[in-house]
């Protein structure tokens, strides 16, 4: 078993998980996310899904991207829900 860095739980399924050369053990998914998800510069959201990612800082979707002043933030549109091609 293994401690949990967050909660400290002492959880006989908690698992590992390899980052950035890191290695950090977990006893749940929330507990990764709460340490390791970036947070959207524009809301403040844990970015828990694949966000967006202008000039080295990332949102949680387009429109905090374009909301956030940068000039690439523009650029940005979301492609959920879009008809392909």
Do not use: T, W
Not at 3 to 9: A, G, I, K, P, S
Not at 28 to 41: K, V
Not at 44 to 68: W, Y
């Amino acid at each position: 078993m293994a401690v949990c860095e967050v909660c400290n739980n002492d959880y006989r399924m908690s698992f590992e998980v390899h980052a950035a050369g890191d290695v950090h053990v977990f006893d749940s998914f929330e507990c990764a996310i709460h340490r390791l998800a970036p947070i959207c510069e524009q809301c403040q959201v844990k970015i828990v899904g694949h966000g967006v990612e202008v000039d080295g800082r990332f949102f949680c979707c387009a429109n905090c991207a374009r909301n956030s002043g940068l000039a690439k933030g523009d650029q940005v549109r979301d492609a959920v829900g879009a008809p392909p091609g």
